[in-house]
């Protein structure tokens, strides 16, 4: 250990902190401060800090609707230095967004340049684009020198910024807003102004509104760049109800007919947020590795408005399955997440609901109201003050003018002789001789009354709740009128609709290139699909001691069923089995099946089909097809097996009667119907054996008599008349087979 060096004097005695306390206490302090200050929105305003103060920025240095632009360098230059103390980056971000009319629904900043573009290019430089306010913006800041709201310092004491703006417009929803703090996110998409006005209007009528008629008037989000929202209508009403949720949204598109029966498909709007430029690439990726199979070309023709050309494979393609196909792999169709966390009145962080953002949007109206009446009405009183100082200045206007000659001090002397107020005294000084006319008397008397008449309505406005929240309804009136859904900006421009239902397995199929294969399966358990249908059994070549086993016809689209030796059923898709090139690969590394157990039987699955599964055991039932698919790699077990026994026959259902003969050489025939049918379980016996076990099986029409296939492979047919003595009931012994029946045991090909 080397000497301890004492600290130098500027710096104090070192004291000892607790590493876990310091950091706790640190961490926390950072967490609140980008809860409150950057990540999430007020609720009344719907603004974060650094939206607000780039409004207010814009304000004073007046860049009004009606008045002129100036360059976006100046605004950023003096939201960083008066009010916003953060990188000209971030910030100039922020005011770029406010203008973009594809980004947000109603734009605050109207932008003269390149502010970018759906396709995700970057807006020009801050020294080449110009800003001024939207009126939306205009109305957003109303009022807000009316001391409708508080104010506070800046971040160096010399300015005064609003806390909140005064928000005569629902501007959380109208235009959402996304961001993330620690430990808690918020993401609201935008939604339409004129019917959140019709919500709040509701809400001033009916305060116990309940969140499902509100969703009536709001029915879900109306986003900058249109679409079609697919989600169920309880999920949207579960959503607004709890402030969390999301909703599917797809690109709107029509079929474009080109003549002599083809047709092409143009999207014409696609998904808010969704880069149009990143879309056409991932669909032309798409496209390159083959996994579009139904799609042929795509373009973008876009001018301003969005125009993406798709061409189909051929014009038999289904345009609504090829739209399936494209919506399920790639952008266009996108979840839109919602999530209202907010500051609750602009300091508690928490997670609300439609209804409880409207109130608290219509309880901030209500308080600028209050406030702003209260503002008007002291403005009020002090004018009326003056005026009627001005009056008692025209009734004695010679005595006035000769006090003011004479005295040195006229102001005492003057409130002495007419007993006024200091207010009125001054303002007596103040006045101009050119307001000693006699016309001027008139335009006092006739703002004078003008003025009591306000302070009389300001009055009982303040006195009633009632009045209070007529007025504010006709604000919200007025607002939308002003940008309801009649107007152009208002118009709503994202539909719902019902996503099409059913198209799962034929686009499952559509997925899939339809193509003939042959698939083979090896007795040592090597598995292979050989394209088309020409092979021939003998011409197949296998690994030394190795031999056929099974040989299926089938098709890509096709799903095949294994069964195996341990009761499963293991589904595979013959899209996704090894080429025929070489002797394949073998099946256990495509299933999760263990070492011990073995294919029993391979087939192409067939939907309503019913089969028979039995085990050595003697034990079997019949089981529907449709019961048997898996959908894990570790398969489905159907047929319930002990350590001695195992699977043993899989078969299907084609006749009326069952065909049994055990390792013994003993043929039992019964009727199916004395069989159960059931999904899962060992199964009932179907033959009795003294020793050894089951060795085949078969589902067969009496009729037509019992076929099996001999050593040469040439079929025989047993006529009904010559089953006569092998009949019985299930679980009998049965007899020795008639003469000339294989050796083997087996019945032959089963499918």
Request: contains cysteine.
């Amino acid at each position: 250990m080397g000497k301890r060096i004492p600290p130098p004097d500027s710096q104090g005695p070192i004291e000892p902190v607790n590493l876990r306390e310091a950091l706790e206490e640190r961490y926390l302090a950072y967490a609140l401060s980008t809860i409150m200050h950057r990540a999430l929105p007020d609720v009344r305003d719907g603004l974060k800090p650094v939206h607000r103060r780039l409004l207010y920025a814009m304000r004073q240095l007046k860049l009004d609707p009606e008045g002129g632009f100036k360059k976006c360098a100046r605004v950023v230059g003096d939201v960083i230095g008066k009010y916003h103390p953060h990188g000209d980056r971030a910030v100039y971000d922020a005011l770029v967004r406010l203008a973009q009319d594809f980004a947000v629904r109603y734009p605050l900043v109207d932008g003269q340049g390149n502010f970018g573009n759906v396709d995700g290019d970057n807006a020009a430089a801050m020294r080449y684009t110009e800003a001024r306010l939207t009126p939306i913006a205009a109305v957003l800041l109303d009022g807000i020198d009316e001391d409708s709201i508080d104010f506070r310092a800046t971040y160096d004491g010399e300015e005064a910024e609003p806390v909140v703006l005064p928000a005569n417009f629902p501007n959380l929803l109208a235009n959402g807003s996304s961001g993330i703090a620690v430990g808690m996110a918020t993401s609201i998409p935008p939604h339409n102004a004129g019917e959140l006005c019709d919500a709040a209007l509701h809400l001033i009528k009916f305060p116990n509104a309940t969140a499902d008629k509100l969703t009536e008037l709001v029915p879900g989000p109306d986003l900058p760049t249109g679409g079609v929202i697919v989600e169920p209508r309880e999920a949207i009403v579960e959503a607004y109800k709890t402030g969390r949720g999301s909703f599917r949204l797809r690109a709107r598109w029509k079929e474009e007919d080109t003549g002599r029966g083809t047709y092409q498909i143009v999207v014409t709007e696609i998904p808010y947020q969704v880069q149009k430029a990143r879309l056409v690439e991932r669909i032309a990726e798409l496209l390159q590795q083959k996994k579009l199979p139904l799609l042929a070309d795509v373009r973008d023709e876009s001018t301003e408005e969005v125009r993406l050309v798709l061409e189909p494979k051929s014009r038999t393609v289904d345009p609504v399955l090829l739209m399936e196909q494209l919506f399920k792999l790639t952008e266009l169709e996108a979840r839109l997440p919602l999530n209202m966390n907010v500051l609750s009145r602009g300091l508690v962080p928490n997670v609300i609901g439609l209804r409880q953002v409207l109130r608290e949007w219509l309880d901030h109206r209500q308080v600028v109201l209050v406030r702003r009446s209260k503002h008007r009405l002291a403005k009020i009183d002090h004018r009326l003050e003056v005026l009627d100082g001005y009056l008692i200045v025209y009734l004695n206007l010679d005595k006035v003018i000769k006090i003011i000659r004479e005295k040195d001090e006229p102001k005492p002397a003057l409130m002495k002789a007419f007993k006024l107020t200091d207010v009125q005294t001054e303002a007596i000084l103040n006045m101009r001789l050119r307001a000693l006319r006699k016309l001027e008397e008139m335009e006092i008397k006739r703002e004078h009354d003008s003025l009591t008449k306000e302070r009389k309505e300001l009055k009982s406005l303040l006195a009633s709740k009632d009045r209070q929240w007529k007025r504010i309804a006709d604000e919200i009136k007025s607002l939308k009128d002003q940008f309801g859904q009649k107007t152009a900006l208002g118009r709503r421009r994202t539909s719902f609709a019902e996503a099409p239902e059913g198209v799962e397995t034929e686009l499952a199929e559509a997925m899939i290139e339809k193509e003939p294969v042959t698939v083979v399966l090896s007795e040592k358990g090597w598995i292979r699909a050989i394209k088309g249908h020409q092979t021939e059994p003998d011409s197949l070549a296998f690994k030394e001691g190795d031999k056929l086993k099974r040989f299926v016809k089938a098709q890509t689209t096709d799903t095949l069923l294994l069964f195996a030796t341990n009761g499963r059923f293991y589904s595979l898709g013959a899209d996704k089995l090894p080429g025929g090139r070489g002797h394949g690969e073998p099946f256990r590394l495509m299933i999760d099946i263990e070492e011990a157990s073995d294919a029993v039987e391979l087939f192409v699955h067939e939907e309503g089909r019913k089969l028979l599964v039995a085990s050595t055991s003697g034990h079997g039932f019949i089981v529907p097809e449709d019961e048997v698919l898996a959908q894990t790699r570790k398969g489905k077990q159907v047929l319930n097996v002990s350590a001695e026994t195992e699977g043993v026959v899989c078969a299907p259902v084609e006749g009326d009667s069952i065909a049994v003969i055990g390792e013994n050489r003993k043929l039992l025939l019964f009727p199916l119907k004395e069989l159960p049918e059931m999904p899962r379980g060992k199964g009932v016996r179907l033959q009795r054996y003294k020793d050894g076990g089951l060795a085949d099986a078969k589902v067969f029409d009496k009729k037509e008599g019992l076929t099996y296939e001999d050593a040469a492979g040439r079929n025989f047919t047993l006529p009904s008349a010559e089953l006569r003595d092998w009949w019985g009931a299930r679980a009998q012994a049965g007899r020795l087979p008639p003469k000339g029946f294989p050796k083997s045991g087996k019945f032959g090909p089963r499918f």
